[in-house]
Nanobody, 127 residues
């Protein structure tokens, strides 16, 4: 059974930073692409960042490019999202997701293509 557990969310002032972590179990993490998504109240879940299985390819939403960095530590079965220069519009519940296909060279960015999800962690950015 795949389990993804996010942590690191919280309340931060605009311009501040947070680092989210997602600890994975029940899957062969080192062979699986990972993604971060977010959902604000009343809005659809949207793509934030994704990284392929070996960490060599990553994609970002335009809204976070240059401010957020996705990384992974396969030895710890953990994927991270470093968020800098946070803005109030970054406020949302952040979810990590795991791909089921091994060794995909290009990480997927559509939420519908990820079968495995964490429970989410709240990020609130005050102005």
């Amino acid at each position: 059974q795949v389990q993804l557990v996010e942590s690191g969310g919280g309340l931060v002032q605009a311009g501040g930073s947070l680092r989210l972590s997602c600890a994975a179990s029940g899957l062969t993490f080192s062979r699986s692409g990972m993604g971060w998504f977010r959902q604000a109240p009343g809005k659809e879940r949207e793509f934030v960042a994704a990284i392929n299985w070996n960490g060599r390819t990553s994609y970002y939403a335009d809204s976070v490019k240059g401010r957020f960095t996705i990384s992974r530590e396969n030895a710890k079965n953990t994927v991270y999202l470093q968020m800098n220069s946070l803005k109030p519009e970054d406020t949302a519940v952040y979810y990590c997701a795991a791909d089921r296909t091994w060794f995909r060279a290009v990480p997927i960015t559509s939420p519908g293509e990820y079968p495995n999800w964490g429970q989410g962690t709240q990020v609130t950015v005050s102005s």
